[in-house]
């Protein structure tokens, strides 16, 4: 077999190109501290990790969304413990009144009746940035109205309160294939088994005003509390829930960034211990190409 | 006697002369060392008859060009098989950096912001700084795709511009190539040393199989080219190539034909050939993103649009508008009156602001397996990934035909290479040869002035 300079040189230039480009290959997952330039460093791999980044980025938004439906229930919650106040107020002053026959105490409580019934008015017509909270999904409506009639005094009687939002809720996803149905509309609060709360409450102060017993309310209004504690019961359950279900999607983040950590990320000790393998095979074929310039028959000649 | 002394001087003589001719010829190999396109030569020593067929001396009869044309060959081969997947390997990587799946701001980066969009709409639907957002996102991606299949385009004309340019380029080494031949016919009849002019020929040649995959044929000392049967120098004769780019079933071809009879070439390596499966390749990748492009302006039903088109904007009013919508150039992008006004995107399913689940249901549209069995994400990182098998696929080949190539240049160097070391043992053997000679002349001349002294 012949052997030419110029297979030498191609040997010497190919080994030093492979090199230099193993080189490059080796200090870009250095600096970069991925094993991944490009797809086609692994094609199968490529796809698993766009898959988990998808994953992370939809479970990051599954918390936030979730995050905002736990803000909104403590909204909610912070709504119904005033209405709660409002209510067991009026409840106390009641019983207090309930043994006096005088008109200056009838007439106060009256007066403190129309209050709360404004007072929860306010409370349920209350808004987050945007819109109305408990209208339903008709966010841009004021959810309740008093409708006052005019008295021959010329003062306003409050006759009635009307629910002028609907009765539809919003869905926000919490997973892929899972929704939150959430939030209260204005119905779901005032109304339960003795009625409407506001109907109740205005009975009551037509039954004092016209000095009928109102003891009857006592129960009225205890069910009404039961019904505002039910919700404040599910609402924390729903949260305990949803806070769970967060700790849960955590985890799964935290899984996936490891899947995503283990396909993507170098591992820094062996990958220097091959940079440093590939310098040395590029030193040694530099001393070999040396070599080769000295040892030729023209230099003993 | 004096005639046999003058002989003995006469032989001496021409192995003077003949080893000093092969000093020049080894001279010429080692000052031609590097010369890639160079072929060793030989010197073809043989003895001269004298009178009487008695001792007549040596002589150099001929300069013999080492070549071997079965190795010849493999190297042409080899270099059009090496040519093709290097061309092939730039263009694919090229798209693959395009389509940037890794990287940050790839097209599914883009689309799960938009996705993201949706879902904070979803929550606050009545919110127009989240409406400009989902418009926003949704710009961010559409751009993206029609950046990415501008790119491809791009790289697409840059592939025929560049064919257009080159097989100018081989048409030129071609008719080169039968000047050569012409050339070399004329020194031959005149009894000339055509080897020079014979590397310049091969050298052509090599040059020539970069582009297109060739055979050569040297039937009846008439030297050919011939590319799968078409022949394309004669002798003297050279058909230019033309090419055609057509576009059949949506995928781009480019038609090879000799331009004086427009007989088809088929050219199955070399640069040409890859520029053709570079254009399909591509074409096929914008085949997909065309697809998803489809996937999300089409308004069938239970379509991305369909369901914008059934939503209620924020004024209540039932939106039956498409989201996405093909633009003048033919790629995709936000309906215009949505973008002008983000109150028109439809994220309610009722007439009622609040009701963000037509923005959810959007969301969830876009993960859901309704496009070719997967969700439009798996799709668009499914052509990332299968860019990916095609560049590697490409740069395997790219590095098995490098070393096919090296291997058989090393083949060829064996045999027409020159070796410094070799050259220069046979240039100290001649040196030795031509003292003996020199030696054996000055006897000779010797011998005689003795024998015309003792005539004296």
Redesign the interface.
Known sequence: ???????LT??FL?SLNNTMRDLYISSNKLSSG?K?????????E??I???Y??NE??LN?FI??IE?IISRYELYDSCIDSIYNEIANIKEKISRSGASNSSEIKNNLVEEINLTIKNIVFTLNRRD???YIF??????KKPFEIVTETQSDGSQKIVSVEYKG?N?K????IS?NE?EIFGFTGNEIVNYNYGNIFDILINLREDLMRGYDISVYQDKLNEYFNHLNKIIVNNGSRINNLNLKIELIKKEILNTQSSISDIEDIDYSQEIVKYTSIKNRYEIIMRLIENMQNN???NY? | MFMGNFTSLNIGLTALRTFKQYQEILGNNITNVSNENYKRREAIIEPIRGPDNLYGGVKLSSIKRIVDYFIESEVRTSISDYEKHKILSSIISEVEENLSALGEGSILDKLTDFWKSLEEVSKNSQDITLRREVVSKAKDFTQKINSTLNKNYFIESKIIKKLNVEIKEVNNKLKEIAELNQEIKSAILLGNDANSLKDIRDSIVDEVSKYINIEVSEKDEEYKLVINGIVLVNGNNYFSLESKVYEENGTKNIDFFLKEYGVNVDISSGKFSAYNRALNDIENINLKIKQAIYFLTSNNVNTFNYLHKNGYDIYGNLSNKDFFVIDETGGITVNPLIEAEPGLFAASKTPYISDGTNASELASFLKSSNFNNSSIFNFISEISSATGYLSQNYNNLLEISNNIKNSNLSKRDMISGVSIDEEMLKLLEIQKYYSVVAKYVTISNEILEEMIRILK
């Open positions: 077999m012949r052997i030419t300079e110029s297979i191609r040997s190919n991925k991944l330039q490009t797809p086609s460093d692994s094609p199968s490529t796809q990790i766009c898959d980044k998808l980025k939809s938004q936030k969304n905002y940035s945007t819109s209208s339903g999904t008709d966010g841009l609907n539809l919003n869905k926000i996803h892929d929704y030729n028959i023209s000649l």
